[in-house]
């Protein structure tokens, strides 16, 4: 019960953190407001100022929250852009584990002293975040490396509060009309199983190998090795990565060097995990990407150990990490020459999976986008979502195919993909149209993919490179379905077919000798329709009596005044009522 006593503070808190900084009108569509007395601050007027104090305030309530507004963040069809792209900082300014805390979480996770582990290890931080911080070390044997240790007693802390937030989609889901349009629960339920997948490093570092291996015919593009010996449940230990944050590369570095091959493979590669591999990393914002130079002392690619390894025979490997780097050696091209600048990328805490049919749609969308098919996008994203009872897929259609032609009359490189896919998000929350919580996921990486290349090579054109890469990976998807695997198992499933045919054609025709056959039609909205007939008869039935009780008040003046009088009285009343009925009804469908 969302109005218990031991939920009011959160309830109060979270109130508070709309109301006070300039979502007052999102606190009024979610039904927040009404749940605790106004204290009549004005929440209206969204501003910069006010999202960086609503950031600040996640930051001061605590882990939970600031994962919540993470979540926010992929979320632009909840709240303005303004607060998105304050919420992207959340990984900033959170305060420091101590560093006595830090050394008991290694030693109790790793089972040794700190002095057997690290020939050295450094006291001050490199980087914090909601759940843990990054420490830089030196292994025995000399090899650089940095250690994520977890906050101690973090699971405890986000217990409670998973609960209350599950409590309040819960409610808001039922009571509320955003309630129906947004899948509040599903929300909920993201952020949980985010916190959970970060709450468990072992998790991340497969994550990482996975991403590794995928990313491995990339040669320009780095994912450090997880060191397994010192990865446990609360520690996470990789290669140490040596570079720049991609908006802090000088303009003398971009003279030197040409970024442009280094957006193109990044975005490729991005395309390739989406399209083929239904794995993406879903938070790649700049500060997760760095900018390797050359002649710098930072880990190997697959492509570069690959070129090293002269063995003929591979080390036998003995865990499932090992057996994905095995892999990702083995797939990795051979190693161009022109390779210069690379970039680093990091933290695969936050990723996503896409089904096979959610691939596919996904591809038939990001393809009418980059060639200006408004219709075509509007009917694979209807295919994406739910649509709700006041959906107009006709009026729904005109706006998306509007949206994607005033794109795609732009300049070519001043086409993002990721914001036109959030105001794609944000069309179909105004037009009743709920969408899984993948696609706003998607829509984070490739909002935060923009920022990147941007960052890296402003004349870069994503939308360009999404025209001419999509077209290839939908022609090696589809060399991959006339394998001989596919082929196989399609002619495997034929045959079942085929053999059950004659069983099923004789069922089909025993029913309709006996009169046993049945159809079912399932017409949409037609429950919709049945209730608005009624209300209409209902209505016209009222009005009936209403006129039969005045005409028959009015015969009986004559005779009997007071009898006639009161039966005026009476239709006054009645009728009275229904205007009242009527007004309130229409007042709550708007």
Do not use: C
Not at 383 to 394: N, Q, V
Not at 514 to 537: D, F, I
Request: aromatic share 6%.
């Amino acid at each position: 019960m969302i109005l218990a006593p031991r939920y009011l503070p959160r309830l109060a808190a979270t109130v508070g953190l709309f109301t006070k900084y300039g979502l007052g009108d999102f606190a009024e569509r979610t039904g927040l407001r009404a749940l605790v007395e106004d204290d009549g601050s004005d929440g209206n007027g969204a501003s910069p100022e006010k999202a960086v104090q609503f950031r600040k305030r996640l930051v001061e309530l605590g882990p939970a929250y600031i994962k919540l507004g993470q979540v926010l963040s992929t979320r632009p069809d909840l709240i303005p852009e303004t607060y998105v792209r304050e919420l992207e900082k959340l990984q900033d300014e959170v305060p420091p584990i101590p560093y006595e805390d830090v050394e008991s979480v290694i030693e109790t996770e790793l089972g040794a002293r700190m002095s057997k582990l690290f020939e050295s290890f450094e006291r001050e931080p490199l980087g914090t975040a909601s759940l843990g911080q990054v420490h830089a070390a030196v292994l025995r044997g000399g090899r650089d490396a940095v250690v994520k240790v977890q906050r101690p007693n973090i699971r405890e802390m986000l217990a409670d509060d998973l609960e209350f937030f599950r409590e309040l989609a819960t409610f808001l889901t039922k009571q509320t009309l955003m309630g129906e349009r947004v899948d509040m629960v599903g929300v909920i339920t993201q952020l949980e199983r985010a916190l959970l997948d970060e709450l468990d490093y072992r998790i991340e570092a497969r994550n990482a190998a996975s991403f590794r291996r995928a990313l491995a015919e990339f040669p320009r593009l780095l994912v450090p090795k997880v060191i397994e010996g010192y990865t446990a449940e609360k520690v996470l230990t990789t290669e140490r990565v040596r570079g720049l944050k991609v908006d802090e590369v000088s303009p003398l570095i971009r003279i030197e060097h040409d970024f442009g091959p280094l957006a193109e493979e990044l975005t490729r590669a991005y395309l390739k995990t989406i399209i083929i591999d239904g794995h993406f990393h879903a938070d790649p914002h700049p500060g997760n990407v760095f900018v390797v130079l050359p002649q710098t002392d930072n880990p190997q690619t697959p492509a570069e150990l690959k070129a090293r390894d002269r063995r003929a025979r591979l080390r036998r490997a003995n865990t499932q990490i090992q057996r994905v780097e095995q892999q990702a050696q083995k797939s990795a091209p051979r190693l161009p020459e022109d390779v210069d600048v690379r970039l680093a990328m990091i933290d695969f805490g936050m990723t996503a999976r896409l089904s096979t049919k959610m691939r596919e749609r996904i591809v038939h969308l990001l393809m009418a986008l980059a060639d200006n098919r408004g219709d075509d996008a509007a009917e694979t994203v209807i295919e994406l979502g739910d649509p709700l009872s006041e959906f107009d897929r006709a009026a729904y259609t005109r706006e998306i195919a509007a949206l994607i032609a005033r794109n795609y009359d732009l300049a070519v490189g001043e086409v993002e993909p990721g914001q036109v896919l959030y105001e794609v998000i944000n069309i179909s929350y105004r037009q009743g149209l709920r969408l899984p919580a993948e696609l706003t996921l998607l829509a984070k990486a490739l909002f935060n993919l923009d920022d990147v290349t941007r960052a890296l090579y402003p004349a870069f054109s994503p939308i360009q490179a999404i025209r001419d890469y999509s077209n290839q990976l939908a022609a090696e998807r589809a060399r991959k379905d006339l394998s001989p695997r596919r082929l196989f198992q399609i002619a495997t499933a034929s045959t079942d077919f085929v053999a059950a045919l004659p069983h099923r054609l004789e069922v089909i025709t025993q029913r309709l000798a006996a009169g046993e056959w049945q159809t079912r039609v399932e017409v949409p909205q037609l429950v919709a329709l049945l209730n608005g007939l009624q209300k209409v008869a209902n209505r016209i039935f009222s009005g009936l009596v209403l006129a039969a009780i005045v005409i028959a008040s009015a015969q009986l003046l004559p005779y009997r005044r007071s009898l006639g009088t009161i039966g005026f009285m009476i239709a006054g009343a009645v009728g009275l009522s229904m205007v009242v009925n009527i007004l309130i009804s229409d007042r709550r469908r708007k």
